[in-house]
């Protein structure tokens, strides 16, 4: 059993105006627990009544890619590493969550999943001490008709503070450098290959803490769609926003329903069951939902982005 005492909440990001409400809503549902806030310095944080206030550095946002324009695209990855590093590493309770400034908490359901599944584990995959419970906000299976691995939301996780600070102890990434000798085209690191997306390369990165695995192009191939569910059931338990009591701004809600593009818990646990050798007395009918699914959407957006890609390789002027 986890006792609220046990647990710090490692707000990360930041400030905005939510802010107050995420402080609010731990405060409210979890008050035996310690709340740190990790943020910029040069905010004004009065009125922010945490246990410990951490101010990093701004790093700034980083450069990813350029379009045709020679326009930067910049993100915001270091700042969200630096943040949650810094204040998971603040921690001195047996057990953290770390959870975004603009996120906040409706209910304590978190506890009911931690711990639940970890007696059933493949040691070969498993990277850390427990399962880490994590939100399906932006955790795609599918994305433009296609399988997409190494897909893991960074909205909000619960775990040993052990294995947040493995999951989050990672190298920054660099800037990617503009080409003068590709003036007038996208560049980006990946190319001619699709870029990876953000949450990919998190997950990637820590991965590749422990092991080697490259992925070329960020929708894979059959062995790397096996290897992403193996690390994924093996490590983290995937659960419905609506589920755990997280509430996000309205521009980060998402539709869960046909055709299915983001993990579910439901979608989890029948993984979870089939990867490791288990029962599976799931229901047929949405068994089956997500056979047509995967059918619909190859046929109606797949195909065409699997010719897209073949096309854009054949004639980029980006061969490796």
């Known amino acids: 059993m986890v006792n609220d005492c046990d647990i710090t909440f490692v707000i990360q990001g930041r400030v905005v105006d939510l802010t107050k409400e995420t402080i609010a809503s731990i405060r409210r549902l979890f008050p035996g627990s310690k709340i740190f806030l990790s943020t910029w310095k040069g905010q004004c944080l009065d009125g922010f009544f945490v246990d410990k206030i951490i101010e990093n550095d701004d790093i700034g946002p980083t450069v990813i890619k350029y379009n045709k324009h020679s326009k930067p695209h910049t993100v915001n990855v270091n700042r969200q590493i630096i943040s949650s590093i810094n204040g998971l590493k603040a921690v001195n309770t047996k057990f953290s969550v770390k959870i975004r400034s603009d996120n906040k908490l409706t209910s304590r359901t978190m506890m009911d999943y931690f711990g639940v599944f970890d007696h059933n584990r493949d040691p070969a995959y498993s990277l850390f001490e427990n399962r880490i419970v994590t939100s399906n906000y932006f955790a795609k299976e599918y994305t433009q008709g296609l399988k997409v691995p190494f897909f893991i939301s960074d909205f909000f996780q619960f775990g040993l503070t052990k294995d947040l600070n493995n999951l989050w102890d990672i190298t920054l990434f660099d800037d990617y450098i503009f080409n003068d000798e590709f003036l ?54 995937i659960v419905d926003g609506s589920l755990l009591g997280l509430s996000v701004p309205k521009r980060l809600e998402q539709h869960d329903g046909f055709p299915y593009e983001n993990f579910t818990h439901l979608r989890w646990h029948y993984l979870y069951k089939k990867y490791l050798n288990m029962p599976i007395n799931d229901s047929k009918k949405i068994v089956i939902k997500w056979s047509i699914a995967k059918y619909y959407s190859f046929l109606k957006s797949g195909l065409r982005t699997k010719l897209k890609d073949r096309i854009r390789y054949i004639s980029s002027s980006f061969k490796p």
């Open 184 to 237: 007038g085209k996208l560049q980006h690191e990946n190319l001619p290959y699709r870029q990876h997306h953000i949450e990919q390369k998190l997950w990637l990165k820590f991965i590749n803490k422990h092991r080697t695995v490259l992925l070329k192009n960020k929708f894979g191939d059959a062995d790397s769609v096996k290897l992403s569910y193996k690390l994924m059931l093996n490590n983290v338990v």
